[in-house]
């Protein structure tokens, strides 16, 4: 059963690698088309800012296994390669944010 939670967690923490991914991919992109002159700084600030509430408003939504499956598997294996690593340093944060035992901190 703990298995299935480690799963959920790691499915999870894949949703918001996918998130803060997608997030670098959208400014890269917006910043080569003002680099292009296919639109102007302006245009390209507020779409930037557009698509940082959208995916603020994602991340407001509980994550739901289902989608965030269906959506590794149209992933490259460069950005899977990414997410993992992502995974992997969420999750070292969150070990080193679990509080130790009463009585292990030295009080």
């Known amino acids: 059963m703990n298995n ?3 799963e959920m967690k790691k499915i999870i923490l894949a949703g918001i690698g996918a998130a ?3 997030a670098e991919k959208s400014k890269e992109v917006v910043d ?3 680099k292009k002159g296919e639109i ?13 509430h959208n995916i603020k408003e994602k991340l407001r939504t509980p994550a739901n296994a ?3 499956s269906r959506d590794l598997e149209k992933v ?4 899977l390669a990414k997410l993992k690593a ?6 070292k944060g969150m070990d080193e944010e679990e509080p130790s035992a009463p ?4 009080e």
């Open 76 to 79: 490259s294996k460069d950005d």
């Open 86 to 91: 992502k995974i992997e340093e969420l999750e």
């Open 103 to 106: 009585g292990q901190d030295g």
């Open 66 to 68: 289902d989608e965030i």
């Open 4 to 6: 299935l939670g480690d």
């Open 32 to 34: 080569q088309l003002v």
């Open 40 to 52: 102007t700084v302006e245009q390209g600030k507020v779409l930037n800012e557009e698509l940082k």
């Open 20 to 22: 803060a991914t997608t």
